[in-house]
């Protein structure tokens, strides 16, 4: 079964303090893994992907096969960075993503 | 720029009664979903459609059904809405075989009474 696991509901971090949202999935193929961010008031959107390999607002997520892992990394965190992410996993075709439960990131001055 | 936009953004309704949540894109997008978001459970997929007049179980239909009669609007009717059906419910489409990218409405914060 996939399954898409955030450990933390809440992560509460200093403004310049390295930040890291745990994610970890379940799935017996070969995945493709997503991170997904929602800030106040705004809507659902897409943060970055594994396969890009890019640095989206200063984050990178790396995909651990061995660990099963995407956690997602900010070196300095920022005020701006408060809000909403959830990981996500795609399997193969049209299947709908599998959501993890999110992890509330707050930023503090 | 893609847009997917929900009927109403706040709707307050009684126990009992049938709600219709509408959903629309303009991006001809293939795949609709309907989520809905809950503090503390996440993200829950309820019904998606791959195409006009199909439809698909998600994780949670019970107590939901869905319509998808023209590919640009994907609508949501809770038959007879129930206090535990208090939630916000997210809209999303997509291109086939791009999931990964969902495009989300504003969402419906839908409360019952």
């Known amino acids: 079964a996939q399954r898409v696991t955030q450990p933390e509901k809440l992560l509460s971090v200093f403004k310049g303090a390295p930040v890291e949202l745990k994610c970890n999935y379940s799935y017996s193929g070969s995945p493709e893994l997503f991170w997904y961010v929602q800030y106040s008031r705004q809507r659902l959107q897409l943060l970055l992907r594994h396969i890009s390999r890019e640095s989206i607002k200063g984050f990178t997520a790396d995909l651990n096969k061995g660990e099963t892992s995407f956690h997602l990394k900010k070196p300095f965190a920022q005020e701006e960075d408060s809000a909403m992410y959830y990981c996500a996993l795609s399997g193969l075709g049209n299947t709908p993503l599998v959501f993890g439960k999110g992890t509330r990131l707050s930023v503090i001055a | 720029d893609v847009k997917v936009t929900q009927s109403s953004r706040y709707l307050v309704k009684r126990t009992g009664e049938k709600v219709f949540l509408e959903c629309v894109q303009d991006m001809d997008h293939e795949n609709m979903f309907w989520y809905r978001q809950d503090p503390g459970l996440g993200l829950r997929l309820i019904y998606f459609s791959y195409d006009v007049k199909m439809k698909e179980k998600g994780d949670i239909p019970e107590g939901y059904s869905v319509s998808r009669e023209k590919k640009e609007r994907f609508s949501l009717i809770l038959e007879s809405a129930s206090t535990n059906q208090t939630s916000m419910y997210l809209c999303?489409?997509?291109?086939?075989?791009?999931?990964?990218?969902?495009?989300f409405g504003p969402g419906t914060r839908l409360t019952v009474t």
């Open positions: 999303a489409s997509s291109f086939w075989g791009q999931n990964y990218e969902q495009y």
